[in-house]
């Protein structure tokens, strides 16, 4: 992403890579019983290097070969592999010095890309040199500093050597050995400066998992904000798991998974809430056991049958709220789940929509092969769920029926569900991943 690069996760990594990928998997070798020689790293670099057919080697040996061209004297390049792996392997206890053991690494890095192509020959180095970048690395970097000081006194120039890393080898590389760090010391990080590093980790092209993976994160207190939400949320989403081809899982695992997809910004039990307070609500409501059979048969287009098992839609609700309360449990035990204020403001809006599309509904069915759904029949329903429930909700689900219907949509109308969805506090993309592609464009 920086310097002409493609972004670290358009060349599909999703998690750490590289020489920090590296000392991740070191890290493991100072676990008790584990065997820590010279033998059992190199083989830690060879599992890397043989990732993605070969591909991992890459940006391993790139990353050793940046640091040694640069002029770091060695004690600083040991400090910062130390700190990284959590002292799980010290060269020096081997007769190595650090830049030795790097120039290992990079021969086992051009070894397994020869193995792809005989005549591989490893490029110049491409340091990231940008002055912003770089100075926002540092920022971040002495803003953790006494922490990380705390928490690493057998290693009193490790703030000193990370930015002389940063400012003298590679902002890149250095912004992930500060990452690296801070997971192996298990520094305790605010949450609004884990905000200010998955953004600058965005900006070097790291995918969000490199930044958040295994760091110390002070969460916020669960709450249902939509705050850092992307795309779908609570019964609307978990509906759309539900489609055809979810059978990989038994229905109960399916939404004891769907509620662990917090995202990369919301705190652990984030979706748990919503989606607690989504199906609380439903089952509050006094809503008819055919009414929510017929809005989940709906919103499922009928890929959970949950009529063809002998159940009702009341007792599948139920089931999922167990699954979210003994997730919140688990990760967010202070968390007392309860019901927020509802905009009841929104609801004529809502109404109207539902009704402006009525007509076209009417001709349609869900999955009209196998017991069929008339689309009038969701639309009252859906009505139901704006006054009798939360025209939030309701609003999500009518979404989800334009989608499964593949209705049609001009672009005015469009606008208006957007201009509705910023007063619900739904993000940018929540109607882009939808129905956007239902909308008639000239």
């Not at 940008?130 to 970097?141: K, T």
Request: glycine share 10%.
């Amino acid at each position: 992403m920086t310097q002409q690069r493609p972004a670290y996760f358009q060349l599909g990594h999703g998690t750490d890579f590289g020489l920090t990928a590296l000392t991740a998997l070191t890290e493991r070798l100072g676990l008790p019983g584990s065997d820590a020689g010279p033998a059992a790293a190199l083989g830690c670099a060879d599992e890397i290097a043989d990732g993605s057919e070969g591909e991992e080697a890459v940006e391993l040996g790139e990353d050793a070969r940046r640091l040694l061209a640069s002029e770091l004297p060695d004690r600083i390049l040991r400090t910062v592999w130390l700190a990284s792996t959590g002292n799980a392997f010290d060269p020096a206890d081997h007769g190595m010095t650090c830049r030795e053991w790097l120039g290992r690494i990079s021969e086992v890095s051009t070894a397994r890309l020869r193995r792809n192509k005989r005549s591989y020959t490893p490029p110049p180095v491409r340091p990231v040199r940008d002055v912003g970048l770089c100075q926002a690395v540092v920022a971040e970097l002495r803003a953790a500093a006494p922490a990380l000081s705390g928490a690493s006194p057998a290693l009193p120039e490790l703030v000193d050597a990370l930015e002389r890393v940063v400012t003298g080898a590679d902002g890149d590389l250095g912004m992930r050995l500060l990452l690296r760090a801070l997971k192996a010391q298990a520094v305790p990080v605010p949450y609004e400066q884990y905000q200010r590093l998955l953004t600058l980790g965005g900006q070097f092209g790291f995918p969000p998992g490199a930044v958040h993976d295994g760091l110390n994160i002070i969460w916020p207190q669960v709450g249902t904000t939509r705050e850092g939400v992307s795309g779908d949320f609570g019964l609307s989403r978990l509906a759309r798991l539900f489609t055809a081809g979810w059978h990989h899982r038994t229905s109960r695992a399916t939404v004891a998974h769907a509620v662990t997809y917090d995202g990369y910004e919301r705190p652990p039990g984030s979706e748990a809430a919503i989606l607690w307070e989504d199906t609380r609500r439903m089952l509050d409501s006094g809503l008819s056991d055919d009414t929510v059979t017929v809005l989940w048969l709906a919103a499922t287009d009928r890929g959970h049958n949950i009529d063809e098992f002998g159940g009702s839609g009341r007792e599948w609700l139920e089931q999922v709220v167990d699954v979210c309360e003994e997730h919140l449990t688990a990760v967010a035990p202070a968390y007392l789940p309860a019901l927020s204020a509802i905009h009841t403001d929104t609801g004529d809006t809502v109404l109207r929509d539902i009704r402006d599309m009525a007509p076209l509904a009417a001709g349609k069915k869900i999955s009209p092969a196998f017991l069929p759904l008339e689309g009038a029949a969701v639309m009252e329903a859906l009505e139901q769920v704006v006054t009798r429930v939360d025209p939030d909700l309701g609003f999500r689900l009518f979404l989800r029926t334009l989608e499964v219907l593949q209705l049609p949509l001009t672009e005015e109308r469009y606008a208006q569900y957007e201009i509705l969805g910023s007063r619900f506090q739904y993000g940018e993309d929540h109607l882009l991943f939808s129905v956007d592609h239902l909308v008639q464009r000239n």
